[in-house]
């Protein structure tokens, strides 16, 4: 088995380029430290259900920016548990009660004008907010946190994975090494498994700066975080690394960023993309990094489990499973055997 | 211990080899001559299994290639030194030396690095190496797990005439344990000290021999009159 012996040697070589380290860890936390400094709140499309509301209200709301349904109270409550509406606006012994879904704080001072003026009493007052998920002091920084996580371990593994293979087909060494008896699956192996140990320890040290340093909102379960990250890094460093065939060196890598990069930013959920047309939103179904944003926002904000990301579990093994086995077929170019 | 018959092969619609006919017995020092772009290089890749060739066979040991259980029977060194700069010698030799070798690694990693002259240099990191301690111990890679036959891709090329002699006496000491020895070059007095000599420009094999026939055929005594009438002015 010659898979640790790739693995290993990889290993070693990050021992001695600490630069390659630094970027893999220390970049991340620097930028989303930056991020937590500026970013800013701004508006978007919200959806609202109203339960047993008087119709005027109702009318008011509609007239408004917002899509107001109404629904029954269990209906509504599952929607929002799921995160389909952001808000439910409900009596409960004659008082109104404004239930803010809680995990995306971009809308939230949009929904409570909106009810303020529809009902023409003071929210906080006479109106009770709740939050499903989240607390009022979500900003987006929490809300777009779990994605920036997920993102920057997905670029940082994609750049540093896919530059170390192109060097080894520029310097000759994965030539070389074909000459020995390996297969070819065990040096892509080799390479998931060395740096796969890497990437664990990359995403401890990225997530726990986050939720302990910077203080990012996390209600879920830590090793959960992990394991979705350790996911979006592995298909990072498969896509990276096949990739990395049709570069002819590491500036034809650095180019394939904003063609294979920057998309997954704006379709991946950092921007809302739910008022956009279907088959733009359908461009995100294709990307790795949405489904792992996805998930690390449902486990960070809403203390979802694996059972409830099934899918987006499954579409991330299906990209890595995809993009290793072809892998494995582009090395046929250096060696049929 | 090394047979090609027929042996064609194109990048694209440029003919890099065409027909190519030779073979390497046992025990012997065969040369591969020729100008740069002449094919050595492809012609080496082809024997050593990387490139399928379009049209022939490759034999190593009777057997068709490729083929992985032969991956284990041969030395390879490529003309560009492929090596991690970043990791010591030592842990270069033990990356390559761990798919071939369980027991008796680092005994035979020792050996080798002994008969390069590497042992005191082990622990440096390659990228300090000078080129000639480069291609030593690409040398070192390819003889560490003690194949029969060696595919070397110009081993001494930008060596000084000292590092060449020592690694020649080395090929002589290598040849007596009865190993087969293949290697390009593009230097005269290299070819000179092979058994046998196949001259290849523009794809194709235009003399064989020895270079003492070769003398003898052409009454003169240098192998760069040879070189002249076979190869033409204009190379």
Known sequence: ?337 | MIELNGVSHSFGNIKVLEDINLSVDKGEVFGLLGPSGSGKTTLVRIMTGMIVPDEGRVRLRDQEMPKRSLMKRFGYMAQEDALYQELTAWENLDFFASFYLRKKKKERMEHVLHITGLTEYKERPVFKFSGGMKRRLSLAIALVHNPDILILDEPTTGLDPVLRRSIWSEFYQLKENGKTILITTHALDEAEKCDRLAMLRGGKVIAAGSPGEWKKELRTDSLEDVFLHYGGGDI
């Open chain 1, 1 to 337: 088995m010659n898979i640790p012996v790739v693995a290993k040697r990889i290993l070693l070589q990050f021992r001695r380029d600490k630069r390659s380290v630094a970027l893999m860890i220390v970049a991340p936390m620097l930028v989303l430290t930056l991020l937590w400094l500026v970013l800013d709140t701004d508006d978007r499309l919200v959806e609202i259900a109203v339960v047993e509301a008087p119709e005027a209200v109702y009318e008011q709301l509609a007239s408004g920016r917002m899509e107001v349904t109404i629904l029954d109270e269990e209906t509504a409550r599952e929607q929002l548990n799921n995160a389909e509406i952001d808000a439910l606006l409900k009596w409960e012994e004659a008082r109104p009660i404004l239930l803010l879904e809680g995990s995306d704080p971009t809308n939230h001072e949009l929904i409570k004008t909106a009810v303020q003026q529809a009902m023409g009493m003071e929210i906080g007052e006479s109106v009770r907010v709740d939050y499903w998920h989240g607390t009022e002091d979500m900003n987006i920084f929490h809300y777009t946190g779990p994605v920036l996580i997920g993102f920057f371990i997905f670029f940082f593994v994609f750049i540093v994975g896919g530059v170390s293979f192109l060097r080894e087909r520029t310097q000759g060494t994965l030539e070389r090494v074909l000459t020995t008896p390996i297969h070819r699956y065990e040096l892509v192996g080799g390479y998931l498994l060395g740096f796969g140990l890497f990437t664990i320890l990359q995403s401890i040290l990225i997530v726990f700066y986050s939720v302990y340093v910077l203080d990012m909102y996390m209600v879920g379960n830590l090793w959960r975080v992990l394991f979705i990250t350790l996911l979006l890094a592995l298909t990072a460093l498969s896509l990276g690394t096949l990739l990395s065939a049709y570069a002819k060196n590491e500036f034809q890598m650095i180019q394939f960023i904003p063609l294979v990069i920057v998309p997954q930013v704006f379709f991946s959920g950092l921007f809302p993309v739910e008022g956009l047309a279907g088959w733009i939103q359908l461009i995100g179904n294709l990307m790795p990094l949405t489904y792992g944003a996805e998930a690390l926002r449902g486990i960070m904000l809403r203390n979802e489990n694996l059972g409830d990301l099934q899918w987006q579990v499954f579409m991330l093994l299906v990209f890595f499973l995809v993009f290793t086995a072809l892998n494995v077929k582009a090395l046929k170019r250096h060696r049929k055997l």
